[in-house]
């Protein structure tokens, strides 16, 4: 079975940085699209960041600039660095991923239990 595990959330000040990571694991299984969504108190989720497993990226335009997402494929792992942090960017933060699952028809969509990121002004 996959999952999705993600770490490096906490509690920040205004203008400080944080870095997510997420990490893949389980059995007979790789890896497409992967990405960071969030969702605020009274929200709905949204994206915030995606990457491609040949390095294409696309953000969010409230997070252009301050925050950039990477992978490392043979480790299985996606990160999110955020700078100059908001107190806008509190949030949940979920790790999300396209995994083709070995003997499955069709590739399927996977998150993590999200880290809770937290901006104090």
């Known amino acids: 079975q996959v999952q999705l595990v993600e770490s490096g959330g906490g509690l920040v000040q205004t203008g400080g940085s944080l870095r997510l990571s997420c990490a893949a694991s389980?059995?007979?299984?790789?890896?497409?699209?992967m990405g960071w969504y969030r969702q605020a108190p009274g929200k709905q989720r949204e994206l915030v960041a995606t990457?491609?497993?040949?390095?294409?990226?696309n953000y969010a335009d409230s997070v252009k600039g301050r925050f950039t997402i990477s992978r490392d494929n043979a480790k299985k792992m996606v990160y999110l660095r955020m700078n100059s942090l908001k107190p806008e960017d509190t949030a949940v933060y979920y790790c999300n991923s396209v995994i083709f699952v070995l003997g499955s028809l069709r590739p399927q969509g996977y998150w993590g239990q999200g880290t809770q990121v937290t901006v104090s002004s």
């Open positions: 389980g059995s007979d299984f790789s890896i497409g699209a």
């Open positions: 990457a491609t497993s040949g390095g294409s990226t």
